[in-house]
Structures are given as C-alpha cells and as structure tokens.
Nanobody, 117 residues
Framework: QVQLVESGGGLVQAGGSLRLSCAASGLIFSNVPMGWYRQEPGKQRERELVALITSVGSTTYADSVKDRFTISRDNAKKTVSLQMNNLKPEDTAVYYC?????????WGKGTLVTVSS
C-alpha cells in the first residue's frame, strides 16, 4: 500500500532554515503530483496547502511561503523535499506529505517544525 514517511523537522530560530523530506513507497511516484501541507499543533483548523509539485515539476506555493520555500522531487529516489528558508514563528506547524492515488488521499504521520522568535 501507499506509504509516506516525513523527516527533517526540528527546532530552529527565526531566520533559519530546515529541509524536510518525504519518502514514498507503494505507488508509481513519477506519475503523480505531491504536496506538502501543514497544521498548527493542537488546532482543529484544516490543513493548509504549503506547496505542490506536479509530475512534470510545475510548482505552486501558498502566498505565505512564496520566495522562502522550495519544493522539489527526485523521481528515481521517490522523494519529495521542502527547503524552507527565512523561517518565521508563524511557520510553526506539523508538516505533512500527501498524495492522491487511485482517488484516495494518503498522508504521512507528519514532522513537527518549531520556529522560535
């Protein structure tokens, strides 16, 4: 079955950088768009789309992260990454990797990013 495993979260000071990675298995990775979402810890709000990359490498970003975050993919390794620069306290969240495959939405367990001021 489809599995997504995120890594790379942690604690960083404002202005710092982190790189998140998501390893995918159980799917034809090169054929599908991949997305990064985030959700504030302990909040019931819907997960926010942070960045999306299509199978051919086109990208979309939330306005709040444009020019700071970069999404990329390695189809050979079946990984999607999120480079996060100039992090702000409001970027603090659990970050999830997601894919829709066979009309089913799959999510990883998430990785926590905490940005201190």
């Amino acid at each position: 079955q489809v599995q997504l495993v995120e890594s790379g979260g942690g604690l960083v000071q404002a202005g710092g950088s982190l790189r998140l990675s998501c390893a995918a298995s159980g799917l034809i990775f090169s054929n599908v768009p991949m997305g990064w979402y985030r959700q504030e810890p302990g909040k019931q709000r819907e997960r926010e789309l942070v960045a999306l990359i299509t199978s051919v490498g086109s990208t979309t970003y939330a306005d709040s992260v444009k020019d700071r975050f970069t999404i990329s993919r390695d189809n050979a390794k079946k990984t999607v990454s999120l480079q996060m620069n100039n992090l702000k306290p409001e970027d603090t969240a659990v970050y999830y990797c997601s894919v829709t495959y066979g009309s089913v939405d799959y999510w990883g367990k998430g990785t926590l990013v905490t940005v201190s001021s």
